[in-house]
């Protein structure tokens, strides 16, 4: 199937370079040539109840978020956002990106550190999609958190998932590096695909 075909649907991913950069990523035939939008703030609502109603145990799912100032990243988990008592998920396969970022327009996928693999996902049922976290001296560090409202959120970047290069995880730049800004940046649309 041809790249444009698979995101025709889209209203975040236009450019053909970004199309090639997920199908490399997530290097995987069949997710990619048989995934559709499940969910679209645009289309059903800025609701994370209707978010888990829509994709919660799809296994494999590709979150893509596009911030009102432009910049696009988001997560691929291989298992996906499970439903149950609020816990963290282990995937060693997942991981997040970023796609478009002014300040540096390469895109790039950002793998999960060594030793923190249980803390992949972090499934909260009032908040939307929420990658790597880990708690210390009783603050908790998310590497992306949708808010309930999916309207907004906060990147503390490097908290679960490598940082790149010469950036260090709690600077202002790590934690701005996704979404231009650390926290209460505005969504203006988030996709989420599965089979």
Not at 14 to 28: P, S, T, V, Y
Not at 97 to 121: M, R, T
Request: aromatic share 16%; hydrophobic share 30%; with cysteine.
């Amino acid at each position: 199937m041809k790249l444009n075909k698979i995101f025709e649907e889209s209203q975040i991913i236009k450019e053909i370079k970004f199309m090639r950069k997920l199908k490399e990523w997530i290097q995987n035939e069949e997710f990619f040539n048989k995934m559709k939008i499940g969910f679209s703030c645009q289309k059903d609502g800025f609701s994370s109840q209707t978010f888990h109603s829509k994709c919660d145990n799809k296994g494999k799912t590709l979150v893509i978020i596009q911030t009102t100032n432009k910049y696009i990243f988001g997560g691929f988990t291989e298992i996906g956002f499970i439903s149950g008592s609020d816990s963290y998920i282990k995937d060693p396969n997942a991981f997040i990106f970023s796609l478009k970022n002014p300040k540096n327009n390469i895109p790039q996928k950002f793998e999960i550190q060594k030793g923190k693999e249980d803390y992949a996902i972090a499934y909260v049922s009032d908040d939307g999609p929420r990658f790597g976290e880990y708690q210390e001296q009783n603050q908790y560090f998310t590497d992306i958190w949708i808010y309930s409202d999916l309207k907004s959120g906060n990147t503390n970047f490097g908290a679960t998932y490598s940082l790149p290069n010469g950036l260090k995880h709690g600077t202002n730049e790590a934690k701005s590096y996704l979404a231009g800004s650390y926290k209460d940046w505005k969504i203006e649309e988030m996709e989420i695909y599965f089979i």
